[in-house]
């Protein structure tokens, strides 16, 4: 029911703030002779515009003129390089208890075992996420055992 109505909060909001005769200029520039302008029409407003920003950490100033309704966000991803051979987590994967009679729908358990193995004392986040096979689902109360 929450995704049902955050998409009519954003229909509502699309309804309300759509403008046919849009035109906007948006400008991203920084002290270190960084520039970048994005055009945003009715032709191109539901296109992708993006670029790196050449300076991270870096301070940008942004400009937009026009009217109409822009969406602007920033993304910082990184990553440490451990040394090669390193690995700074161990992941072991298995099944068991399976079951697969004719009359009852196929059933096992997937047990997963994770630790950190990297120098530091512990690591800093960390995000395991486990699909389903197709046409399997969780069983409800085996979820409150995952710790």
Do not use: H, W
């Amino acid at each position: 029911q929450d995704t049902v109505i955050a998409l009519q909060a954003l229909a509502a909001y699309g309804e309300a703030t759509y403008n046919s005769v849009t035109q906007n200029v948006v400008k991203i520039t920084s002290k270190k002779s960084f520039e970048k302008v994005f055009v945003v029409s009715n032709v191109n407003r539901l296109l992708l515009q993006q670029t790196p920003l050449t300076e991270v950490p870096g301070k940008y100033s942004l400009t937009v003129n026009g009217s109409g309704c822009v969406l602007m966000q920033t993304v910082l991803r990184y990553n440490i390089y451990l040394l090669e051979g390193a690995f700074g987590f161990s992941l072991s994967v298995q099944t068991s208890n399976a079951s697969c009679s004719l009359d009852q729908p196929a059933k096992f358990d997937i047990v997963l075992v994770s630790s950190y193995t990297g120098k530091r004392s512990s690591s800093n986040m960390v995000i395991i996420d486990v699909k389903m096979l197709s046409g399997f689902v969780p069983v409800k109360s085996s979820l409150d055992k995952v710790n």
